[in-house]
């Protein structure tokens, strides 16, 4: 790489940086570096841009807002602005008021993700990708802040160490006191990081030692950025992986536009909870250790397995849940069985109290809201992820039945017009699809799309029910037969399974219900490609209940075996296979070709998804009503008062899949105070 660069300190500098950047076309790559990485309450002060031959440092805390926002205006006339993570940075420019409409932004990751061999344990990291593909050295100036960063922080580690001496405490003791779950800082804690703030890359820049070494680092990023995209676009031209990458193009101003939404949390509700479940946890805690007769906690697995043996003679390889439960059911009553029920209780309570409670206040200190990134190129699939995407369906209770916590009931509406959120989602998506692909394959497995249509059923006339020109009379029409004349009900996918592992079993018994659950358990885990063996480690089957269920699957839906074996012929043929949307998967290890079969059922339903995000994005510019989250396959809009004719229109773009043979289904519900208490439209 060879760039010259320029330090845009003065008017001079500005007109030259102008210049080229007006003159210039094909791609250019830009960065911000920023204060932290909140979305919303970080700023950038330092914006750097590379074009061919040059690099340019643009210090954001000497130039003001117009001169900046010229600047980028300019990006529009480039065929594609770069960046590594680029919503983040247009996140940081939008902190400061910089705005950025432009349709020709593109992503590195998502260059990287369509270009490298499907392959999950290979990271899509900037300076990952730039060692291996550029050079070594490109990641020494990371390595100079990072040391840096690091000498702040231990000159602040130095300063609390005294304080702690003053205060006459040990560091050990000061060390198992913040280890705790429950701690909040307070007293001289508080002080100390109320007056010495976590140091970030703005106080190395600050400092006139590091200052040239972050202007550095932070032009390199960029001249990595723009030599990576010029090393990776090719790759993915010759993997005909264009339309697939225009389309997340497309797909990150409208994530953008999400991203700034975020979450109202209800904080009071938050810190009720908080207080409420710290004296619920300590309270188990002291009947813990009142039971074990010395003071122990739930992560000291050698102790509490050293507990069990010497007081009640029980041996245990593992302090895991499974292990722990195995104790709760031999020994039922007795202090064994309590104290084992404690220690499972602690571990879920003290998970939650950090993640659902302590983060979500953290996260949404700033102005009421949680926000988070949606990562478009994390997972090998194309499936989208975030932060956001494990928020428990339900809540946790005490054993007397009053409720815990439940982190949806923290989700509220926004108010100020945004009375109402509305949540769209796909019903069963990915059986559905799995439906369709049986039928372009082979036909149709007979079980699998007779639970969304009469497939191979007629009416009184006995004219055969036309997928295709029938499709719209599914749901209007009741006169369907199958072919013992018996009216045609969708068939319940789990429950199929289930009868064939256990024909047996009364379907209407109360045991039968037990069995249902196994079968959807085996029905979405071999949709994953989940073999008799990953029914065992996953769900804890026995031998024999695993080989049931894995037989049974291929009983309840034998065409399921013909869309497999075209997967690995495609696959041995081509050496990679494609999802219904192009986007192509290539494995590094044979091994793993049975990853293939969800990879394309998956990836075809997130290709679907985005494809349905940015179609709504477009109808929603022109109303007040805005895109809240997407979590999973759920889409969930902030309605604005008056605006509620929108989302039958927006139910009509979800299902309005012109390929799927398949009926798709977005269902409906609604809240008008919070995301626990939604209904069905």
């Known amino acids: 790489m060879s760039y010259n660069r320029i330090v845009v300190n003065n008017d001079y500098y500005y007109r030259i940086m102008m210049d080229a950047i007006s003159q210039g076309s094909g791609w250019i790559a830009f960065d911000t570096e920023t204060t932290g990485l909140h979305l919303k309450a970080d700023k950038p002060f330092l914006l750097t841009i590379s074009i061919t031959n040059y690099s340019f440092a643009l210090d954001l805390l000497q130039w003001d807002k117009e001169a900046v926002q010229k600047v980028v205006d300019l990006f529009k006339n480039y065929e594609l602005a770069i960046g590594h993570n680029v919503k983040f940075d247009l996140h940081m420019l939008a902190n400061i008021g910089i705005t950025y409409t432009h349709d020709?932004?593109?992503?590195?990751?998502?260059?990287?993700?369509?270009?490298?061999?499907?392959?999950?344990?290979?990271?899509?990291?900037?300076?990952?990708?730039?060692?291996?593909?550029?050079?070594?050295?490109?990641?020494?100036?990371?390595?100079?802040?990072?040391?840096?960063?690091?000498?702040?922080?231990?000159?602040?580690?130095?300063?609390?160490?005294?304080?702690?001496?003053?205060?006459?405490?040990?560091?050990?003791?000061?060390?198992?006191?913040?280890?705790?779950?429950?701690?909040?800082?307070?007293?001289?804690?508080?002080?100390?990081?109320?007056?010495?703030?976590?140091?970030?890359?703005?106080?190395?820049?600050?400092?006139?030692?590091?200052?040239?070494?972050?202007?550095?680092?932070?032009?390199?990023?960029?001249?990595?950025?723009?030599?990576?995209?010029?090393?990776?676009?090719?790759?993915?031209?010759?993997?005909?992986?264009?339309?697939v990458f225009e389309r997340e193009c497309k797909l990150l101003l409208p994530l953008f536009r999400m991203e700034r939404v975020g979450l109202k949390i209800d904080r009071d509700y938050l810190n009720e909870r908080k207080e409420y479940l710290k004296k619920y946890i300590k309270n188990l805690r002291g009947r813990m250790r009142k039971i074990a007769g010395v003071v122990i906690n739930i992560g000291q697995h050698k102790a509490l397995k050293d507990l069990f043996e010497t007081k009640w003679d029980i041996v245990l390889n593992s302090t895991d849940d499974g292990a722990l439960k195995a104790v709760e059911d031999e020994y039922q009553d007795g202090d064994p069985a309590e104290f084992a029920n404690i220690i499972r209780e602690l571990r879920t309570l003290e998970k939650w109290y950090s993640v659902y409670i302590m983060r979500m206040l953290e996260k949404s200190e700033y102005d009421g809201r949680a926000y988070t990134q949606i990562n478009t190129g994390s997972a090998v699939t194309g499936r989208v992820s975030?932060?956001?995407?494990?928020f428990p369906k339900n809540a946790i209770y005490?054993?007397?039945?009053?409720?815990?916590?439940?982190?949806?009931?923290?989700?509220?509406?926004?108010?100020?017009?945004?009375?109402?959120?509305?949540?769209?989602?796909?019903?069963?998506?990915?059986?559905?699809?799995?439906?369709?692909?049986?039928?372009?394959?082979?036909?149709?497995?007979?079980?699998?799309?007779?639970?969304?249509?009469?497939?191979?059923?007629?009416?009184?006339?006995?004219?055969?029910?036309?997928?295709?020109?029938?499709?719209?009379?599914?749901?209007?029409?009741?006169?369907?037969?199958?072919?013992?004349?018996?009216?045609?009900?969708?068939?319940?996918?789990?429950?199929?399974?289930?009868?064939q592992a256990f024909p047996d079993v009364d379907p209407n018994s109360e045991e039968f219900k037990k069995l249902r659950f196994l079968g959807k358990s085996t029905n979405f885990a071999k949709n994953y490609g989940a073999t008799a063996a990953t029914l065992i480690a996953q769900f804890g089957f026995d031998d024999e209940t695993a080989a049931k269920m894995d037989n049974a699957y291929y009983l309840a839906f034998p065409k399921i075996l013909d869309y497999q074996k075209l997967v690995r012929d495609t696959y041995a043929r081509r050496g990679f296979v494609k999802n219904r949307y192009g986007r192509r998967y290539y494995l590094g290890n044979r091994r793993f070709v049975y990853k293939l079969y969800n990879y394309i059922i998956q990836g075809t339903c997130a290709d679907m998804l985005k494809d349905k995000i940015i179609e709504v994005d477009k109808l929603l510019l022109a109303y007040k009503s805005r895109f809240q989250m997407n979590i999973h396959d759920e889409l969930s809009f902030e309605i604005y008062k008056g605006e509620e004719f929108l989302i039958p229109a927006i139910k009509k773009i979800m299902e309005d899949v012109d390929w799927m043979t398949v009926p798709v289904v977005a269902d409906v519900e609604v809240t008008t105070t919070n995301w626990a208490e939604k209904e069905d439209v």
């Not at 300063?159 to 702690?164: G, M, R």
């Not at 975030?386 to 494990?390: E, P």
């Not at 949540?423 to 372009?440: C, G, H, K, P």
């Not at 699998?448 to 029938?470: L, T, V």
Request: proline share 4%.
């Open 104 to 243: 020709n932004v593109a992503d590195t990751m998502t260059m990287a993700r369509l270009s490298l061999e499907t392959d999950e344990m290979q990271t899509i990291a900037l300076k990952a990708l730039a060692k291996k593909y550029l050079s070594v050295e490109t990641g020494n100036d990371e390595l100079q802040i990072k040391a840096a960063l690091t000498n702040l922080k231990r000159h602040n580690t130095n300063l609390l160490k005294a304080v702690i001496k003053e205060q006459g405490m040990t560091k050990k003791a000061f060390d198992e006191m913040v280890s705790d779950t429950l701690y909040e800082p307070t007293g001289f804690h508080k002080d100390f990081l109320d007056a010495h703030p976590e140091p970030n890359y703005l106080d190395i820049y600050k400092d006139p030692i590091y200052k040239d070494m972050m202007l550095s680092y932070a032009m390199n990023d960029t001249e990595i950025t723009l030599e990576l995209a010029k090393l990776m676009y090719p790759v993915l031209v010759a993997k005909e992986q264009v339309e």
């Open 398 to 499: 005490e054993k007397n039945g009053m409720q815990l916590l439940h982190p949806r009931r923290m989700v509220v509406t926004t108010g100020n017009g945004y009375e109402s959120t509305f949540y769209l989602d796909y019903s069963q998506i990915e059986l559905r699809v799995q439906a369709n692909y049986t039928y372009e394959i082979s036909g149709g497995d007979l079980n699998m799309c007779r639970a969304y249509m009469p497939f191979k059923c007629h009416n009184n006339q006995h004219k055969p029910f036309d997928p295709k020109e029938d499709r719209d009379l599914i749901f209007t029409q009741n006169w369907y037969k199958d072919e013992d004349n018996t009216p045609w009900h969708p068939v319940d996918l789990h429950s199929a399974t289930a009868m």
């Open 386 to 390: 975030s932060d956001f995407q494990q």
